[in-house]
């Protein structure tokens, strides 16, 4: 008995209903050929790191059918030497004929032409009181047959001469021969032992200097160091305070220029040249500010072309002008026959394009200027400017036309039309410039009489 029976439980249930679930279809990969199953299963089908070549993939060399190859130990001699030495090796033989022909490593020996030198070439061109015609020999004979390897020559030479010594020897006879031998200097001018000769105080120096270093301690490569940075940071900091100061400088210099325009304005005032209009027309003088900018900018940079730095210092001098200005310049310079660009950028070249750019540009403002004072001066003389009612001229004009005719007391109603028109004079006047008629007896009212007074 289960657990069915004691419940009562048909043991054959009814099995319900339900909907296959479509599961999606698997990619099919082909295990790639030359790879094994347990490589594979571990990537998981990914491509691997290195290429995998199936050897039997690979292009077989296809051989004869009646080609027979064997191996034989053969002699062999090589053109590289010169004593006809005869040596062995394992050669590849195809149907019992061995190869001919040169060793085949005989074409990586290179050979030096060393110059050669006769006897009345060393009489006339090549005596040397410092060397003897036996050590010159030794040393050209050592030369060509160590190939140049002048520590080796010096190790092997019987007589004791440094490096130094025996390349400045070598070199200066095959200068000297070269030299001898050519129809002119010019053909031989580019050769390398004429185009650079060996210096023996320069490479004796050098190696000075190259063996002080290698035999330095750890201590005095410290101390050397730390000098570097020091000098390092000290150039930094002079830099910056030399570019502080020329950004300061400039406002100082631009400032004292206006402060001076200011003065000259306030000493001016009459003038007509205080009008707004007239300074409003003039012409703005070139900007130092705008130069020493560009120049300290360039400065920062370290490294610039010169033509890049040039257009920057126009740029900078040009600044204040406008385009018309900046035209006329060009015109001016075309005009002289100034390149506009300097062919030759030097600093020179450079400094005095930029100063006479600097002088056409004076000159053009010096020149509005001057028409700005003619038409000034052509001004006055036509009396065009209109007066202002704060001048005395002008004040004095009202005054005129305020002034009323007073007629004579002794005609009809002198007594009451005279009075009358004294109060309408006082009026009207200004306060302070009493009139003439009104300060006349004749004119006043008479005073009441008291009882005391009569």
């Known amino acids: 008995m289960d657990a069915k029976d004691i419940l009562g439980i048909p043991k054959t249930t009814p099995s319900l209903p339900h909907e296959k679930k479509s599961r999606p279809p698997k990619d099919s990969q082909r295990k790639p050929d030359g790879i094994s199953r347990e490589v594979y299963a571990l990537t998981g089908g ?18 004869a059918e009646n080609e027979k190859i064997t191996w034989q130990w053969l002699p062999f001699t090589s053109s590289a030497r010169n004593d006809n030495l005869q ?13 001919t022909g040169d060793y085949s490593f005989a074409k990586y020996n290179k050979s ?46 019987p007589y004791s001469r440094t490096v130094e010594e025996l390349k400045n020897r070598y070199y200066s006879v095959s200068r000297a021969v070269l030299i001898a031998r050519a129809s002119s200097p010019a053909d031989v001018s580019g050769h390398p032992l004429i185009k650079e000769p060996y210096n023996l105080a320069q490479e004796t120096e050098r190696k000075r200097a190259l063996s002080m270093i290698l035999s330095q301690s750890k201590h005095q490569e410290r101390r050397d160091a730390e ?47 205080s009008n707004p209009q007239f300074i409003s ?12 900018s ?15 730095g040039f257009e920057q210092m126009v740029q900078a001098a ?13 015109q001016i310079l075309q005009d002289l026959g100034v390149n506009m660009k300097p062919k030759v950028p030097t600093k020179a070249v450079c400094e005095e394009h930029l100063e006479l750019r600097k002088e056409i540009l004076t000159l053009l403002n010096l020149q509005k200027q001057f028409q700005y004072k003619e038409a000034e001066g052509s001004s006055y003389r036509e009396g065009s400017y209109p007066e202002t009612p704060g001048t005395p001229k002008s004040f004095q004009r009202i005054l005129d036309q305020d002034r009323t005719f007073i007629p004579d ?27 003439d008629a009104s300060s006349s007896p004749a004119n006043k009212r008479p005073r009441k009489l008291k009882n005391s007074d009569e």
């Open 409 to 435: 007391s002794t005609g009809f109603g002198a007594e009451f039309s005279g009075e009358h028109i004294v109060k309408k004079d006082q009026k009207r006047k200004a306060p302070g410039r009493p009139s």
């Open 87 to 99: 040596l062995y090796h394992w050669v590849r033989v195809v149907n019992g004929v061995p190869p």
């Open 294 to 308: 560009a120049s300290a900018s360039l400065r920062m940079l370290r490294v610039y072309l010169r033509t890049y």
């Open 112 to 157: 030096i032409d060393v110059i050669k030198y006769t006897d009345e070439e060393y009489e006339k061109f090549l005596e040397d009181p410092a060397w003897t015609r036996e050590e010159t020999d030794q040393l050209f004979d050592s030369c060509a047959r160590f190939d140049l390897r002048f520590v080796v020559i010096a190790d092997k030479l």
């Open 46 to 63: 990914l491509a691997p790191l290195m290429p995998s070549i199936d050897v039997n993939q690979l292009k077989k060399r296809t051989q």
């Open 227 to 273: 000098v570097y940075a020091e000098a390092k940071r000290i150039m930094e900091a002079r830099m910056a305070a030399k570019a502080a100061q020329d950004s300061e400088l400039v406002p100082i210099s631009t400032g004292g220029a206006g402060d001076a325009e200011r003065d000259n304005v306030n000493m001016d005032d009459a003038s007509p040249s």
């Open 318 to 330: 040009s600044s204040s002008a406008g385009l018309r200005t900046i035209k006329r310049v060009e």
């Open 281 to 292: 027309a003039g012409v703005p003088p070139i900007s130092v500010a705008e130069t020493a």
